[in-house]
């Protein structure tokens, strides 16, 4: 994403999509008596989280990466490419710092999860150097198309090619158009928020917390 235009158009899009998501699945469950409204976070808590069909990737050591892989702990997964000039590098830096504020506020640290958009390019090895230079525990995962179209519709976000410095798309020389949402995934691998741009460390991890306080009480109750 070079231009103002094509970024206006990420955040407008992605911000339709939460916004109908919230209401299309508030609008029943807040008439239930026991229902509670999920707090303020930078994004939104969906009220019930969302379910994302199976998929299958691989992760930068070439090892099967699955909707099993989600499955028992929280996650935040952001898509995006090695070649990102802009949003891709800077959310990663910032996850560095939420990992680092959670870690000193004695927080369960989430798996973050780097989704290659880019497969034509982005190989396991240019994968694993590109999310270890952030923090080696960061997974990159990518794989066919059809695999992550699939996880994407799960997650209710979009990639696109678009063109590149030449004006045109041609083999190399084009970009990657993606969301710039983070997608916080419950240890039931279901959606259960989304977190905004423009992204900021500490909101972030306040959200994470708060999350995570909200889904918890749900299984109380």
Same mark, same amino acid.
């Given at each position: 994403m070079t231009n103002h235009k094509s970024l206006n158009f990420i955040i407008a899009g992605a911000l339709a999509l939460i916004i109908g998501l919230w209401f299309g699945l508030s609008s029943?469950?807040?008439? /239930?008596?026991?229902?509670?409204? =999920? =707090?303020a976070i930078s994004g939104v808590i969906l009220p019930v989280a969302k379910n994302i069909s199976d998929f299958s990737l691989q992760d930068h050591n070439r090892q099967i990466y699955s909707k099993?892989?989600?499955?028992?702990?929280?996650?935040?997964?952001f898509l995006g490419y090695a070649q990102c000039p802009d949003v891709c590098p800077a959310t990663l830096s910032i996850m560095k710092q939420v990992v680092r504020l959670l870690a000193e506020q %004695? @927080? /369960? #640290?989430?798996?973050? +999860?780097?989704?290659?958009?880019? =497969?034509?390019?982005? $190989? *396991?090895? #240019?994968? *694993?150097?590109?999310?270890?230079?952030?923090?080696? *525990?960061? #997974? %990159? +995962?990518? %794989? @066919?198309?059809?695999q992550l179209k699939k996880l994407a519709i799960g997650l209710s976000v979009f990639y696109q090619k678009s063109a590149g410095m030449s004006g045109d798309i041609n083999a190399d020389d084009y970009l990657m158009d993606h969301s710039a949402a983070l997608m916080l995934i419950n240890p039931e691998g279901s959606l259960q928020a989304f977190l905004t741009a423009p992204h900021d460390a500490k909101k972030i991890a306040e959200s994470i917390v708060k $999350?995570? @306080?909200f889904y918890n009480q749900n299984l109380a109750n």
């Open positions: 029943d469950i807040y008439k /239930t008596e026991n229902s509670k409204m =999920p =707090p099993q892989n989600l499955k028992g702990k929280w996650s935040v997964l %004695g @927080e /369960t #640290i989430p798996e973050t +999860v780097f989704v290659s958009v880019d =497969p034509d390019r982005d $190989t *396991a090895e #240019i994968l *694993a150097e590109y999310v270890s230079y952030f923090n080696s *525990a960061f #997974i %990159g +995962v990518t %794989g @066919e198309h059809n $999350t995570k @306080e």
